[in-house]
């Protein structure tokens, strides 16, 4: 029933876990599906248990959508979420750690899709620069 669909609003939720030579390096994204209901915000968990890594990146990819957008990222405690998704994400946590993304108000049929957490580490503008140079 179409009806029924348009009331619930399908997040699903994908996690990856780091392809590592051992396994103490790992990344966890949860919930890892989810229906949630319109106008009730609702929050995505990664975690990870890398050294250095000091990123945390959220991307989305809405339903019948073949591109991921960067929606927000938290670098150490400093959260920025992109230009054009400011009212409908939020995010938290520390970067080195354990991140969060919050939907905030999800009722537009482009909160549905998948979600997925990554891990990284941010590098330097002035270390980029570097490596161009060494490239050329």
Do not use: C
Not at 34 to 45: A, R
Not at 48 to 57: A, E
Not at 93 to 108: R, S
């Amino acid at each position: 029933n179409s009806s029924t669909l348009q009331q619930y609003l399908t997040v699903f939720l994908y996690f990856f876990t780091g392809v590592y030579p051992n396994k103490q390096n790992q990344v966890f994204q949860s919930p890892t599906q989810l229906l949630g209901k319109p106008n009730i915000q609702i929050n995505l968990t990664l975690t990870h248990n890398i050294s250095g890594y000091d990123t945390i990146l959220w991307y989305h990819r809405s339903a019948g959508d073949t591109s991921m957008k960067l929606v927000a990222y938290i670098y150490y405690k400093t959260p920025k979420v992109e230009q054009g998704f400011e009212s409908r994400f939020s995010v938290s946590g520390d970067g080195e750690k354990t991140g969060y993304l919050h939907i905030l108000n999800p009722k537009h049929p482009e909160d549905s899709g998948e979600y997925f957490g990554a891990a990284s580490k941010k590098k330097k503008l002035e270390d980029k620069g570097k490596m161009d140079k060494s490239e050329s």
